[in-house]
């Protein structure tokens, strides 16, 4: 079965942005490193990126399209890719498990899991692996939340902590199974 990890930044109150989806709030610390924060690392180490909708919405408003890795989108509403983007994106349906049997058929077995709803859809059936999650020094008050309320607990092992000169403090957790 598939690894899957989640890299993600969050307000100190727990949410991945406002909640119309914008991400401003990211941008107010300066970063006097210009460090990618690990980012780069991480991406290097996983074969494939499952999203939802939003998030690939969202993605699609940046400059330039940032993954090399193959991206599959979670749509039921989306019909096709843009017709720039359809060697480097596909849609993808279903339930977490059967997507991650059909990437691991094509031998995409390390799998960044990214967007609200997506990462949430994964920790409901507890398919998460590990969590990086960065905490930024603000509350935003509401937005979207990173978690839900679950049915049940899903403990995972504090690995490591870092601490950036800007504030940003980035913590790893690895699922305890």
Known sequence: MSR????????LDGYIAKKG???????????????DFGFEKFIQGIDAIVMGRKTFEK???????PYKKPVFVISTTIKNIPKK????????????????????????????????????SFLAEDLIDELTITRVPIILGDGIPLFVKTDKEIEFEHVKTEVYKNG???SYYRRNR
């Open 59 to 65: 993605v699609l408003e940046f400059e330039r399209w």
């Open 21 to 35: 989806g914008e991400l401003g709030w990211l941008e107010q610390f300066p970063n006097p490193d210009g460090s």
């Open 168 to 170: 940003l403090v980035k």
């Open 4 to 11: 899957c990890l989640v890299y993600i930044a969050t307000s």
């Open 85 to 120: 983007l359809e060697k480097q994106a596909e849609l993808i349906h279903g339930k977490p498990n059967e997507i991650l049997e059909r990437l691991a058929k094509r031998k995409l077995n390390s799998i960044y899991i990214d967007g609200g709803k997506t990462i949430q």
